[in-house]
């Protein structure tokens, strides 16, 4: 088949790998146009735009809309068009052109964690299995006819990070696997169903604040969810009296030390301690604000942390 491939992000660039492989043929990448990043804010290509350049695929970065957009696409003339992570809304006019439809790749077992976010609060919530599914976009949010599924368990110490790689990986499969039997004719799409559904909204850095006043497995699953986008934080009460951030790597719960309370650090030579409302955490990488990532133990060691210092606790004025 002649493939429109849509996506931008690096769990994208899998696929277009395995669609590059496949027996099908990619004959434009869609992509989000350059955007600014780092300090100097300089126009960065998307992961997939670089990887389609490689392999000297045509690449679009306009937004899928306009007469102009639908002339480009009708003369592609395209069977499918496979969507991962591209990150704009497609119009009911652009989702009508190719003949088999847009096919989507969500990272997630629908009709559980529709959204943008559905790894980190998967994570969040404690699921114990989540997975890939691949259907046809429609204009509901993710709400579309199922065309295939994996799933994947979700082990004690994943972070998003490690979820979604993994995903990127065998969802890349599944999604090539799904093209081929819809090109065979051996494929029918099933309507989602009507029980089960959640919705994943995008994390945002309000929703990575950590609350030391929860158990610590709570504590941990919002940590390894937000790693390592947004990036869990709690406040370090400075002399000063102002907050100061700080960025938290996944933590470890500590069931034998419940002699903290709820935000409580105990700064050891090798590790850091906080209490929740059960037990404590043992405190991975923290990186303070404007500074990279390191131990815990050593930014307790630099920060001269005062013995009585609780995590998260507001500053009197």
């Given at each position: 088949?002649r493939?429109l491939f849509?996506?931008?992000?690096?769990?994208?660039?899998?696929?277009?790998?395995?669609?590059l492989?496949?027996?099908?043929?990619?004959?434009?990448?869609?992509?989000?146009?350059?955007a600014p990043?780092?300090?100097?804010?300089r126009?960065v290509?998307?992961?997939v735009?670089v990887?389609?350049e490689?392999?000297?695929?045509p690449?679009?970065?306009e937004?899928?809309r306009?007469?102009?957009?639908?002339a480009?696409l009708r003369?592609?003339?395209?069977d499918?068009?496979?969507?991962?992570?591209?990150?704009?809304?497609?119009?009911?006019?652009?989702?009508a052109?190719?003949?088999?439809?847009?096919?989507n790749?969500?990272?997630?077992?629908?009709?559980?964690?529709?959204?943008a976010?559905p790894?980190?609060?998967?994570i969040?919530?404690g699921?114990?299995?989540?997975?890939?599914?691949?259907?046809?976009i429609?204009?509901g949010?993710?709400?579309?006819?199922?065309?295939?599924?994996?799933t994947e368990?979700?082990?004690?110490?994943?972070?998003?990070?490690?979820?979604?790689?993994?995903?990127a990986?065998s969802g890349a499969g599944l999604?090539?696997?799904?093209?081929?039997?819809l090109e065979?004719g051996?494929?029918?799409p099933?309507?989602?169903p009507?029980?089960?559904?959640?919705?994943?909204a995008?994390?945002?850095?309000?929703?990575a604040?950590?609350?030391w006043?929860?158990?610590?497995?709570?504590?941990?699953?919002?940590?390894?969810?937000?790693?390592?986008?947004p990036?869990?934080?709690?406040?370090v009460?400075?002399?000063?009296?102002?907050p100061v951030?700080?960025?938290?790597g996944?933590?470890?719960p500590q069931?034998?030390?419940?002699?903290?309370?709820p935000?409580?650090?105990r700064?050891?030579?090798?590790?850091v301690?906080?209490?929740t409302?059960?037990?404590?955490?043992?405190?991975g990488?923290?990186?303070?604000?404007g500074r990279?990532?390191?131990p815990?133990a050593?930014?307790?060691?630099?920060?001269?942390?005062p013995?009585?210092?609780?995590l998260g606790?507001?500053?009197a004025?």
């Open positions: 088949m493939l849509a996506g931008t992000p690096d769990t994208a660039v899998p696929t277009l790998d395995a669609l492989a496949s027996r099908h043929e990619v004959v434009a990448v869609l992509t989000r146009a350059d990043a780092g300090r100097g804010r126009l290509p998307s992961p735009r990887r389609a490689d392999a000297g695929v690449v679009l970065t937004r899928p306009g007469e102009e957009f639908l480009t003369d592609l003339d395209v499918a068009a496979p969507v991962v992570a591209y990150g704009e809304i497609l119009r009911p006019d652009v989702l052109v190719p003949r088999l439809g847009w096919v790749l969500h990272f997630s077992v629908l009709p559980a964690w529709r959204g976010a790894v980190q609060r998967a969040i919530s699921d114990e299995v989540t997975g890939a599914t691949t259907f046809l429609e204009e949010l993710d709400s579309g006819p199922v065309l295939g599924t994996a368990t979700i082990r004690p110490r994943d972070t998003a990070g490690d979820l979604l790689g993994r995903l990986t999604l090539v696997a799904t093209l081929d039997a065979d051996t494929l029918r099933r309507p989602q009507a029980d089960g559904v959640t919705h994943a995008k994390l945002t850095p309000a929703d604040h950590v609350r006043d929860v158990p610590a497995l709570a504590v941990d699953r919002l940590v390894r969810g937000c790693t390592p986008a990036g869990a934080w709690t406040t009460p400075g002399p000063d009296g102002a951030r700080l960025g938290l996944p933590v470890t069931p034998d030390v419940t002699d903290l309370g935000g409580e650090v700064a050891g030579k090798r590790d301690l906080v209490g409302a059960t037990h404590a955490v043992r405190l990488d923290v990186a303070p604000v990279k990532h390191m815990a050593d930014w307790a060691r630099g920060a001269r942390l013995q009585d210092l609780v606790a507001e500053v004025a």
